[in-house]
């Protein structure tokens, strides 16, 4: 999920908009995740899924 639609609890704003020191600490906090911070855990089953097939693919080419 994004920040964008996030509602901070707080004070009761979109979190994107950074109203209270709350929404800009978590705010911050989901613009440090990193690349793969905003995927679901579905998505990253599916990435890892993906790995693991071309991973076999490629030993069973190889081998």
């Keep these: 999920m994004t920040y964008d639609r996030l509602v901070c609890a707080n004070c009761a704003g979109p979190v994107s908009e950074g109203r209270c020191p ?3 600490a978590s ?3 989901l613009q ?3 690349p793969l911070g ?3 855990p579905a998505a990253l089953l ?3 899924v993906v ?3 071309v991973v ?3 030993a ?3 081998g």
């Design 60 to 62: 069973h080419r190889a």
């Design 22 to 24: 709350v929404c800009r």
């Design 46 to 48: 599916a990435v890892l």
């Design 32 to 34: 440090q995740d990193g």
């Design 27 to 29: 705010r911050e906090r």
């Design 51 to 53: 790995l693991v097939a």
């Design 56 to 58: 076999a693919l490629l």
């Design 38 to 40: 905003g995927l679901s």
